[in-house]
């Protein structure tokens, strides 16, 4: 079966621009997270969404907001960007059970210039 | 506060044994995952331990100790396309994993 699907791949902003990313998760899969990896900080957890609920949040500012959708599908946006939020923002979907295993999509890499 | 600690940098040589210690200090504990990412890629599930103990799959093993806050990583008979970064991760509160900030393993013949 395909995997998780993200949107754009690849994409430049200026700052003070917003950006909306988007996943899907792998099909049947209801629970949704997000992370934002950059250099040497590892995988930082954004937010988790199951049936289109946010169920954990991690520390960041609220102009990092996401939704899921009634598909399990899910959205990520970032208002006024900062040169700060240049990243990989990975999205990772989960089968249900609690086996510790996340199924990672390409992730979407942003730049902000 | 909650952390995870694991070293930053790892080298070894082909067919050798390397082992990547993860410490944890988080709020709520379910379970500690390992997973692989290769430069430019996604990050790959390895493995997970929920109890105490070691779990084998293939070459790579991992290690429990929740009384320690302590896991680790095993890998064996290293190839060359070993070479990655490992995470550990802890599995805190239902399926939304802290992951702790890599370890860069760099594997030479």
């Known amino acids: 079966k395909a995997g998780v699907t993200q949107t754009p791949r690849y994409l430049i902003k200026t700052r003070g621009q917003q950006v909306t990313l988007s996943c899907s998760p792998i099909s049947g899969h209801r629970s949704v997270s997000w992370y934002q990896q950059t250099p040497g900080q590892g995988l930082q957890f954004l937010f988790e969404?199951?049936?289109?609920?946010?169920?954990n949040k991690g520390n960041f500012p609220g102009r990092f907001s996401g939704r899921q959708f009634s598909n399990s599908r899910s959205e990520m946006n970032v208002s006024t960007l900062e040169l700060g939020d240049s990243a990989l923002y990975l999205c990772a979907s989960i089968g249900g059970s609690n086996s510790g295993e996340l199924f990672f999509g390409e992730g979407s890499r942003l730049t902000v210039l | 506060g909650q952390s995870l600690e694991q070293p930053s940098e790892v080298t070894a040589v082909e067919g050798a044994i390397v082992q990547i210690n993860c410490t944890y200090q988080?709020?709520?504990?379910?379970?500690l995952s390992w997973y692989q990412q290769h430069d430019g890629g996604a990050p790959t599930f390895l493995s997970y331990?929920?109890?105490?103990g070691l779990e084998e799959t293939g070459r790579f093993s991992s290690f429990l100790s929740r009384s320690d806050s302590y896991g680790y990583l095993l890998l064996q008979e290293l190839q060359m396309k070993d070479s990655a970064s490992y995470f550990c991760?802890?599995?805190?509160?239902?399926?939304?994993?802290?992951f702790g900030k890599g370890t860069t393993l760099s594997v030479s013949s």
């Open positions: 991760a802890v599995n805190q509160a239902g399926t939304a994993l802290i």
């Open positions: 969404y199951f049936s289109e609920t946010q169920r």
């Open positions: 988080t709020s709520g504990f379910y379970g």
């Open positions: 331990n929920a109890l105490d």
